[in-house]
């Protein structure tokens, strides 16, 4: 006992001593044993663990040895409220008060030690040495392990940090201690926090999201939504350019006009491509009818409204199968932008409307047979033609010719004849033809009709002696020709349209001139008859059933039929220029009759004639 206090005495001197210098102890005062007592005022030494633990029970820091000590035994504050706790088999304690009453506790198998205060008023210990967590102040070395502080491991940091996988840095101004992460990779608990920033798990920025979405140009950070905080495709429209067809942000995503969540299309583009080159995108029509803004461009090609195609309009029904390029109607389906696309009775193309219409004159039906309108509005094609008369060095023959365009014949009665025979509804003369035999006459008797046309100054020269043309039967219409008679040797009538028994006659004549004929110009007997733009000049005297006449005889009508006279000229005849039996009245209109022998027109024919010629006044054309 004696010198376990020399001792102590000993040891509070070396105290006392270091406390006057002002020197720090460098021992452990953590530390003890029972052979030196080195814990500090109010602690005592666990003679179990070793170590300094506070003196609860009032005793003194001499405290070295507890006899018949159980092993890790926790102690228990005794009923007598005496102080420090009991424990079980204590028996005596060296150097301690006697405490009295002590009741017996079961040792525990594990004894806790006491806890840290918040401020540690130890002794400073050796450096690096610790007893708890608490003692590492150094952030780098944090932790206690076997009494010396240390930096992190693994195993240290797990679950220490909430919300994430606590992991140990080992580089950087945090080396050594437990943070949420060191990379992205250890930011997977929470999507909206995916990014490592700063050893903590953060949500997005934009300089973080910069192409780390694959496809897209431009990923981008969710602010808002159920994406808030992650790298998205997209978070509007704007932010999808890198493909046409996935112009729309849905869900976060790039897709395309046709899906669900993309909004409508509209402005110039109102329609949405579901299929083809430009599916998925916004474009101006997917088909026709989506074109309306201008019937100009009432198309859709290649998704974008345009003008007709050929091959746009060829398929139509509605006869609409050409595409107009030009004028009124650029760009839409016509009926026809030439001749060659209208037919029939409708040849002409009418460049105003871009509609077929009937021919109006010979000069529109040029490029088609022989030239010639027929009176129906179709153009006369070489399948019904019968060509008479030399033209240019295509010389006419009646022995060897057959009437085509290369085998003309050479008189009209032989084209009379082919046509009658063949049939066929037209015969063109071309030219001056030369006159028949003496006393011959061109007899014209067809049951059809029958249309004779002359081009390049057609005449007709009747034989010596004999009527140039006489008409027996049929419809026949005379154009464009010139029924020119002779004084010597003399000839007959111009034309004789006299029906034989049973038979009926109707003329039409337009764009004639019968002259010359000294029998007298023209004899209607019987025939009805339609007359316009005919010339009647220098003929007669014809003496006929009892009248004197030279221009024109109406001697009788049949029961039924026009007798009609438009813009004619009856002129310088010698003879009455218009004669009618009295019960033969005509209509007349525009008819100028000036310059003839007794009289110009009959009181009989109830026609007034014009005084002026003119546009309403007498013949319009002449036979060219």
Not at 307 to 315: H, I, N
Not at 317 to 343: E, L, R, Y
Not at 346 to 373: F, K, L, Q
Not at 510 to 536: E, H, M, Q, R, S
Request: charged fraction near 10%.
């Amino acid at each position: 006992m004696r010198i376990q206090s020399y001792s102590r005495i000993r040891e509070a001197i070396a105290f006392a001593v270091l406390a006057l210098v002002g020197c720090a102890d460098a021992r452990d005062w953590n530390v003890c044993n029972h052979q030196v007592t080195n814990c500090q005022p109010g602690y005592t030494c666990d003679l179990g663990v070793f170590r300094c633990v506070p003196a609860v029970d009032g005793g003194t820091p001499g405290d070295t040895k507890i006899s018949n000590d159980g092993v890790n035994d926790v102690p228990v504050v005794p009923a007598d409220g005496s102080s420090p706790p009991d424990i079980l088999g204590d028996t005596t304690i060296v150097g301690d008060t006697t405490i009295v009453g002590d009741t017996a506790t079961a040792d525990a198998p594990v004894d806790l030690p006491a806890p840290d205060l918040a401020v540690d008023l130890r002794v400073p210990d050796a450096a690096g040495t610790c007893g708890v967590n608490g003692d590492c102040r150094d952030p780098a070395k944090g932790f206690c392990v076997a009494g010396m502080c240390t930096g992190c491991t693994p195993g240290l940091c797990s679950s220490l940090i909430d919300g994430g996988a606590a992991v140990c840095a080992t580089t950087g101004p945090v080396a050594g201690q437990c943070v949420e992460c060191t990379g992205n990779g250890d930011c997977t608990k929470n999507p909206a926090k995916g990014f490592c920033v700063n050893n903590a798990c953060t949500g997005c920025t934009t300089a973080l999201c910069g192409g780390n979405v694959d496809g897209g140009t431009n990923s981008v950070c969710a602010t808002t939504g159920a994406s808030a905080g992650q790298c998205v495709e997209c978070v509007d429209n704007t932010t999808c350019t890198k493909d046409p067809a996935k112009g729309f942000c849905a869900s976060n995503a790039c897709t395309g006009c046709q899906n669900a969540g993309a909004n409508a299309c509209g402005g110039a583009k109102p329609a949405c491509a579901t299929s083809g080159a430009s599916a998925g995108e916004c474009v101006e029509c997917v088909d026709n009818t989506g074109c309306t803004a201008s019937i100009a461009k009432s198309f859709c090609v290649n998704n974008a409204c345009t003008g007709c195609l050929a091959t746009l309009c060829s398929g139509r029904t509605d006869g609409k199968t050409a595409c107009a390029s030009s004028g009124t109607f650029a760009g839409q389906c016509v009926t026809c932008t030439s001749n060659a696309q209208c037919s029939g009775t409708a040849p002409i193309c009418n460049g105003a409307t871009d509609t077929c219409r009937a021919c109006g004159s010979d000069n529109e039906c040029s490029a088609i047979g022989p030239g010639v309108c027929m009176t129906d509005g179709h153009c006369a094609t070489d399948a019904e033609t019968i060509y008479v008369g030399t033209s240019g060095t295509t010389a006419c023959s009646d022995t060897t010719g057959t009437g085509s365009p290369s085998a003309p014949v050479c008189s009209a009665q032989n084209g009379v004849t082919l046509a009658r025979t063949g049939p066929k509804s037209v015969v063109l003369i071309r030219g001056s033809l030369t006159p028949p035999p003496a006393g011959f006459t061109t007899t014209i008797a067809v049951s059809a009709p029958l249309t004779i046309v002359g081009k390049n100054s057609a005449i007709i020269v009747p034989a010596s002696g004999a009527d140039a043309l006489t008409i027996t039967s049929g419809e026949i219409t005379l154009r464009n020709l010139t029924i020119e008679g002779t004084a010597s040797p003399k000839t007959g009538i111009g034309i004789n349209a006299t029906p034989g028994t049973g038979s009926a006659v109707t003329l039409h004549m337009d764009t004639c001139a019968v002259t010359g004929n000294p029998g007298g110009g023209i004899l209607l007997n019987g025939a009805a008859f339609d007359i316009k733009n005919t010339t009647i000049t220098g003929n007669g005297v014809g003496t006929t059933g009892g009248y004197t006449w030279g221009g024109i005889l109406v001697e009788s009508l049949p029961a039924t039929g026009t007798s009609n006279l438009n813009f004619v000229s009856i002129k310088n005849n010698v003879a009455p220029g218009l004669t009618c039996a009295a019960s033969a009245a005509v209509q007349g209109t525009g008819v100028s009759s000036s310059g003839n022998t007794l009289t110009d027109i009959t009181p009989s024919c109830n026609v007034i004639p014009c005084t002026t010629a003119g546009t309403t006044c007498g013949a319009q054309t002449t036979p060219q």
